[in-house]
C-alpha cells in the first residue's frame, strides 16, 4: 500500500486484515526498540530506523482507520 488511490480501490474486509497486520508490526517493532533499549545491545542508528518504520506504520493505520470510519456530521 503506497498510495492513497491504492487504499480507495480495496474493500473494507481487505482493510481491516491489513489494519490488523500492520497493528501488530507496530506492537512487534515497539517490542523490539523497547529491548534494543533497554539491554543497551542497538545503535542509535538501527533503532533510529526501527523507529521510523514504526511511524511509517503508524501513518498507514491512520489512513485505513480514517477509510473504515464514516464521516459523522454533527
Known amino acids: 500500500m503506497n498510495a492513497p488511490s491504492e487504499l480507495s480501490m480495496k474493500n473494507d474486509d481487505v ?6 497486520v500492520f497493528r501488530q508490526q507496530h506492537r512487534d517493532l515497539d517490542d523490539a526498540i523497547h529491548a534494543l ?26 489512513l485505513i482507520e480514517d477509510r473504515l470510519t464514516p464521516d459523522i456530521i454533527a
Open 15 to 20: 482493510l481491516h486484515v491489513e489494519l490488523e
Open 37 to 62: 533499549e533497554e539491554r543497551g545491545t542497538g545503535d542509535q542508528l538501527t533503532i533510529r530506523r526501527l523507529k521510523k518504520q514504526k511511524l511509517l506504520l503508524k501513518d498507514k493505520i491512520s
